[in-house]
């Protein structure tokens, strides 16, 4: 990283809260002790998350961090949660202090992009099979089956009454 601080990612979405990342590297012999950051106008921010070391001092539009050493050849990450509320280039004003007393400003930059219009696909019909038809089904078939074995059986018992012999035949 050649510049001491930007901010990622480069593209975040349009109106939605998402985390930026402010990095926060020291590229000079000193150790960083401190760390402004003014937003630009159309970003929106909600939340810190703590950032071991440093005091945050947070006032409207800008944050600042100190009491914290970021080494020379190291960095250190400072996490927020934003919105970026207006389509473009957002250009951030950052002021880093270092150790020696020396402070540099940079401009980093984020543009916000939209994500493209997609029309919402038709919810999918799913085809499914009901385990109760099938069950419905198949109690169906063995009541029939049932009916029919006794009405069968019912038949085969009943007491047929045989016609009456006829006097004239004989047996033999």
Not at 132 to 142: D, K, P, R, T
């Amino acid at each position: 990283m050649t510049r001491g601080i930007a901010v990622v990612p480069a593209e975040p979405r349009l109106n939605a809260e998402q985390e930026l990342v402010v990095r926060v590297a020291s590229v000079r012999n000193a150790a960083t002790t401190g760390v402004r950051l003014v937003f630009p106008p159309g970003l929106s921010v909600a939340q810190f998350a703590p950032a071991p070391g440093w005091r945050r001092d947070t006032r409207p539009h800008e944050v600042a961090w100190s009491g914290g050493r970021v080494a020379p050849g190291e960095y250190a990450e400072f996490r927020l949660l934003a919105t970026p509320g207006v389509a473009g280039r957002l250009v951030f004003r950052a002021t880093q202090t270092y150790a020696d007393g020396v402070s540099t400003r940079s401009a980093p930059a984020i543009t916000a992009v939209a994500l493209p219009n997609r029309t919402a696909a038709p919810p999918a019909v799913r085809k499914e099979s009901s385990d109760a038809a099938i069950w419905l089904g198949l109690i169906a078939i063995i009541v029939a089956l049932g009916s029919a074995l006794a009405t069968g059986f019912l038949w085969s018992t009943w007491p047929a009454q045989l016609p009456p012999d006829d006097p004239d035949e004989t047996c033999h």
